[in-house]
DNA sequence: GTCCCCCGTCGAAGCGCTTCGACGTCACGC
DNA sequence: GCGTGACGTCGAAGCGCTTCGACGGGGGAC
């Protein structure tokens, strides 16, 4: 193995030179690095991740903890983990992939090895067991969604306010006056799992805003729940021309229980959702959507954790705009 | 920062006995040992990863490359993934996440810099430009996949043979005597595709074994062509009553094409796929199919790697047995 | 001309751990 | 009773890198 004093020899520097033109932590003349480079080229030497990490006490490497629940879309994490990747290379960093399932104890593990310089975790709960864990951490972290105490942690998500608002107003511009939210089961908004509800202020405030008529539909995740949610809407405002679907699982039901009803996609209704876009495309009518951005995303989350280990401050909050994609579900209203 | 000296101090003993406590590399008394572990539990001491790996020269850290082509069906990938992750931990390991698009210089950087003690690799090209490097890296790597010249690499896959005899068998034991193979797109068997062609091997060879008669017919991954497909072989066989598809994008085209010829399935057809299992279960009659075990090759890569670092000798090639799911999509000859 | 300071470089001291050789002790065999 | 291991422990020497303090030399300020 090729090792720095080597370099230095070669070069007719001191190891710490050599040090120093690599990192750029000190001046140095011109020439020393050119014939510095030019060693370490020669000799094809490369740094020792871990001597570096020892001296320095940073190993350049980010831990990234992925979900397992089932109801998780894998398409959307693969993304994210991908974009976290690519994005940390970026910035010279390498990622630690670690499983949900690790709990508590890979956190620590790795963080207190230093292992990792800082950690990102996906998935997070409104009331996360891991949540004081990474307050206590050293190091530092940032979290993909948003816990019911956010306070003294970094978090990133969709702005799903504004998502709301976004299907709304695309809606509104298309000449619906009427519209629906058709959320997730009961239990979810219960639970005040902060997203849930939040799309529905974005969607109550942008009807309002719009002088829409408007109305909000909680829905279990089966087919049987999205046809009674259907006939119920038909019987109750015959006038409602736009949906806004907030449920993955009932996307396809749902628009079917409308057909079957007499209504059709988009030429009686539009229907817009909020839903990865694997599951926008992949239905019989590809519904205009709002997806979560899972690549922009990732590229934040790494870009928050590299300014914080920079010794920089970040927001305690992100919210990453909504972006709609047209398809062929929405039209403008049948006058 | 509680170090190891600090838990040898605490423990009335010298740093290099804690060290031998903990590794077993050793023999310790029984009450030594005892009054080690107390004093980590007590200071709470976790080994630096860093000074681990520069004094031992290992980082229990293995590297694994995932693919990001299109194509590449995302569970299966993350499936894999999070089983690497769990046999290594198993193994007292992490796992370090690089994307294929960091190529060569990626896989030479993370060993070359010590980072890594080893290297899975998945989604390998039959001509790959990363293995003279992973033959001439001095750390082991196992590939997924099997390129064309896998001498002196270790490799692992799906027996492909045995899935195609799988099926037949499959078919054979429900009473049909006329099979016939879709297979993937022929310029796939033209580009010399290992895979594709071992599962005409295998499906050829049990259909001759159990004297069944049969035909393999390439497929290009469109709708329409797997609507030719089906009228060709109606046409040309029309006592067929089993086939194995091995082309996931068309496996919904063609069952939908039977039945607009009037053939249901499975009453008077059945359909047996090699493909992941969300597809199967994804389209509209679930098909008996034989899957990319991922999990299980996640874990032998694993295994075989530890046994590689271990200094222990492995086999070249590793072929899984197949496991055959049955669904909707096969019945008994109608007789 | 002198003083000061900055630039560029060096030497040495660790970073926290593993591992090698050494050493004392004890039990056993002959 | 003494040699011989095996056992259990220790001390010290690194592993390869970063970083701190120091230092010589040159240029600018006065």
């Known amino acids: 193995m090729v090792k720095i004093t080597d370099v230095a020899r070669h ?5 710490s030179t050599v040090s120093y033109a690599l990192s750029g932590k000190r001046p140095i003349s011109e020439e020393t690095r050119q014939r ?38 894998v398409p959307v994490v693969m993304q994210f983990a991908v974009s976290v990747v690519t994005t940390a290379r970026r910035h010279d960093h390498d990622v630690l992939l670690l499983t949900q399932e690790e709990g508590e104890d890979g956190l620590r593990r790795v963080a207190d090895t230093a292992l990792v310089d800082a950690l ?5 709960q409104l009331h996360d067991p891991r949540l004081d864990l990474l307050r206590s951490l050293e190091r530092p972290s940032v979290l993909i969604g948003f816990p019911a105490e956010p306070a003294g942690l970094t978090c990133v998500d969709l702005d799903f306010k504004a998502a709301g608002e976004a299907c709304v107003e695309h809606l509104a511009r298309l000449g619906h006056r009427v519209v629906a939210l058709v959320g997730s089961p009961p239990e979810v908004y ?15 405030a942008a009807a ?30 015959p006038a409602l021309t736009g949906i806004v679907v907030h449920n993955e699982a009932i996307l396809e039901p749902l628009t079917d229980a409308f057909e079957q009803l007499g209504l059709r996609v988009p030429g009686d209704l539009s229907v817009t959702a909020i839903c990865p876009d694997e599951i926008a495309e992949s239905v019989r009518v590809p519904v205009t959507s709002v997806a979560l951005p899972s690549a922009e995303l990732g590229e934040r989350a790494v870009q928050l954790l590299m300014k914080k280990l920079d010794g920089g401050a970040v927001p305690d909050a992100t919210l990453l705009a909504p972006r709609i994609t047209e398809r062929a579900s929405t039209a403008p209203r049948n006058t």
């Open 208 to 237: 309002d805003r719009g002088g829409l008529s408007s109305s909000v539909h909680p829905c279990e995740a089966t087919p049987a729940a999205a046809r009674l949610v259907a006939e119920q809407l038909l019987r109750e405002q």
């Open 36 to 73: 510095v480079e030019e060693a370490i080229r020669e000799l094809g030497y490369r740094p020792h991740a871990g001597a570096r990490a020892l001296a320095s006490s940073r190993s350049n490497v980010l831990a990234l903890v992925v979900p397992l629940r089932a109801g998780i879309h």
């Open 190 to 204: 219960v639970r005040g799992t902060a997203f849930a509800q939040r799309v529905v202020q974005g969607f109550t």
């Open 120 to 124: 990102i975790v996906m998935d997070v």
């Open 11 to 15: 070069a007719g520097v001191s190891p």
